[in-house]
């Protein structure tokens, strides 16, 4: 075997994007800084990452986007499954619109500017409804940043 093929073979180290405590316990870690498992465990001073910080926030984002997601796909399935057992059509707009909320945001995510997307999920974790956030969205896109 040469030495072209030899390394051709060996594929690329991951990165890590878990805090040492959580890769040396082999726990899953919510890549926060400290994590929920080191803050659970009462040594939030020993939460430290290899990665640097603006890569956790890209991993972070693009667990937030997978999140999204998946709940843009759940509220497809049941607008499709109450659209089969359903004959009106105020709640089937309603669901529409929430759908469409979910489609603002998630661009939003995806393609916005680095404050919009943090403010934006600060606000979905706080269990901030998606149709004010889609309208505020809107609103910052329109004007200023003083909206969201």
């Known amino acids: 075997m040469d030495v072209a093929s030899s390394q051709s073979s060996k594929s690329k180290p991951r990165a890590t994007a878990s805090c040492h405590p959580c890769r040396t316990r082999k726990v899953k870690c919510n890549r926060l800084s400290p994590c929920e498992a080191c803050v659970t465990r009462g040594i ?3 939460c430290k ?4 910080n603006e890569d956790r926030q890209a991993i972070a984002q693009a667990d937030m ?3 999204l997601r998946g709940k843009v796909n759940r509220l497809r399935e049941q607008i499709a499954q109450r659209g089969a057992y359903r004959c009106s059509s105020v709640s089937s707009e309603e669901d529409e619109e929430e759908a469409a909320a979910m489609e603002i945001v998630y661009s939003a995510l995806r393609l916005g500017p680095e404050d919009l997307v943090w403010k934006l ?3 979905i974790r706080e269990g901030e409804d998606v149709r004010e956030l889609a309208r505020d969205v809107a ?3 329109g004007e ?3 909206v969201l």
């Open 44 to 46: 939030p001073e020993e």
């Open 121 to 123: 999920v600060g606000r």
């Open 144 to 146: 200023d940043d003083s």
């Open 65 to 67: 986007i997978t999140e």
């Open 49 to 52: 990452y290899s990665a640097p």
């Open 139 to 141: 609103n910052y896109m």
